[in-house]
């Protein structure tokens, strides 16, 4: 059996890669969405299993030291990592997998599973980035700060990613990460034939 296609989609804090993610449950109901682990205390709405597993240090240091996450990474003060069973176990079945996730994440996905895709989600531009953060209004100045200089670096992280997608409108950013799901099954759909084929690649 094929094994699914695992998505990383990542970017600056604020440039909408929960939006887009809640956008694409929607047109895209046969993606599963992997749930990560965090030490950040929960917002107003979020629920436990749901948007996160919540973890205290310890029990967030437990998971590392038992290798229960393909990577980890701390953000602006806490830790978040996605938990390795369920990955697997989605790809085994030959599902598709995305994962919302920032770059240092990202980038350790990138050297475990070269094979994945790598979608960084680009704002239209920083002042539209800032006004989002802010207008989310969950974040403190000091926060919304370190968010927009971390923001920066990120950026500069981009030319390791497969395509960007800049997040303009939800929908345009939806159907763009649409079609590169559609064009990547049909690569590897391309590369299997020929593979059968006997083709020399
Ligand atoms: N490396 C890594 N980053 C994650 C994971 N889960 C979430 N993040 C990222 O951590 C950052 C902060 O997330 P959060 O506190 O929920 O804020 P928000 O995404 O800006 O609303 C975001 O860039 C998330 O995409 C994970 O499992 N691993
Ligand atoms: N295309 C868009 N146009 C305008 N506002 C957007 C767009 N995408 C997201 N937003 C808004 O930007 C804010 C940050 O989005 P969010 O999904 O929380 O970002 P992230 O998960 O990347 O931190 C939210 O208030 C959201 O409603």
Do not use: W
């Not at 598709?96 to 531009?125: C, H, N, R, T, W």
């Amino acid at each position: 059996m094929n094994k699914g296609l695992l998505l990383v989609l990542s970017g600056p804090s604020g440039v909408g890669k929960g939006t887009v993610c809640s956008a694409l449950r929607k047109c895209a109901p046969e993606l599963v969405y992997s749930v990560s682990a965090t030490t950040r205390s929960p917002r107003a709405g979020e629920l436990d299993g749901v948007n996160y597993f919540f973890k205290s240090r310890e029990q967030f240091q437990d998971m590392i030291q038992n290798d229960q996450l393909l990577e980890y990474a701390e953000y602006v003060g806490n830790y978040y990592g996605t938990p390795r069973d369920f990955v697997q176990k989605t790809l085994d079945q030959g599902l598709d997998i995305i994962l919302e996730i920032e770059v240092q994440g990202a980038l350790k996905v990138k050297e475990k599973f070269p094979q994945g895709v790598f979608v960084f989600l680009m704002p239209p531009s920083l002042q539209e980035l800032q006004q989002r953060i802010v207008g989310r209004g969950t974040e403190s100045e000091e926060t919304i700060r370190h968010r927009m200089n971390a923001a920066r670096e990120e950026i500069n992280l981009m030319q390791h990613y497969d395509y960007a997608v800049v997040n303009d409108r939800i929908e345009s950013a939806c159907s763009r990460i649409q079609a590169i799901i559609t064009a990547e099954h049909c690569k590897r759909e391309r590369v299997m034939t020929e593979l059968l084929e006997g083709v020399q690649l």
